[in-house]
């Protein structure tokens, strides 16, 4: 016998949490960008999806504009509004990456200008001057180019998913990926930060006829295989325990 599927009213609250952080930092302008989070379910081996209907942003949205869907598909299973074409993306994310439990979609106003910038003949690239993107954001970031449309055909997505926990989509926006909500929306904000830093040091380089002094490309690599005993002692502790034992 089926498990009825049942709103759960701490996971609402949450979510409306983090929907009233994003709006506070300025990632929201419209009713595009969005949160998924996974949740258990016996009857659902990728688990259900809470998102927030469309049409409506998340600087408005309040618990009873959530939807719960089916992962595999856009079913939707809690709620009767549909959802936006972006929960495409979110929910072939959390299919293809079981250690993924929730996603944050925004367009973020200094990273669009930034690649804007750069102009079509340049491969875009995340450069780095701080030490704690590599950290925080765990793996590096994906560019997906401007005229690939990941949200409408997510076919392509298998292809990188695996290697990254930051996608950004030139031109549109940037979706982050974490084991809890926490964690997506503390990675959002890393690289929003990071890319913040960047465009005022190569302003002030501009002005003084400098060379901005971003961190080389053997020394990041160094810094993301230690991503996780450097942000999370405590829990690889318990994996370097569990690889020993076995």
Known sequence: MSTPIAFDPAIGREFVKYARLLSARGYV???????????AHPDFPHGIAYTKHAEISLEEMETGNIVITDI???????????????????REI???????G?????????TIALLGALGEANA?????????????????????PAHV?????????ASFIQG?????????????????????????????????????AEQIAALKGTRVAYRPRH????????????IYPTRAEDVMRDEAAQ
């Open 29 to 39: 302008h419209n009713t595009l960008g969005n949160i998924v989070m996974r949740v």
């Open 72 to 90: 595999p598909t856009s079913r939707i299973l809690w709620g009767e509004r549909m959802t936006s074409v972006g929960h495409n993306l979110s």
């Open 94 to 100: 959390l299919r293809l990456r079981p250690d993924i």
């Open 102 to 110: 929730a996603t944050i979609h925004v367009h973020d106003d200094a």
């Open 124 to 144: 875009p690239e995340f450069k780095v001057l701080s030490l704690d993107p590599p950290f925080v954001l765990g793996r590096p970031v994906h560019f997906v």
């Open 149 to 157: 449309d990941v949200e409408a055909d997510v076919s392509s997505v």
């Open 164 to 200: 990254t926990n930051s996608v950004v989509l030139v031109g549109h926006g940037i979706t982050t990926l974490g084991r809890t909500l926490s964690e997506a929306y503390h990675r959002l904000n890393t690289l929003t930060a990071e890319v913040r830093r960047c465009i005022v």
């Open 219 to 230: 020394e990041i690599e160094e810094m993301y295989r230690f991503a996780e005993r450097i």
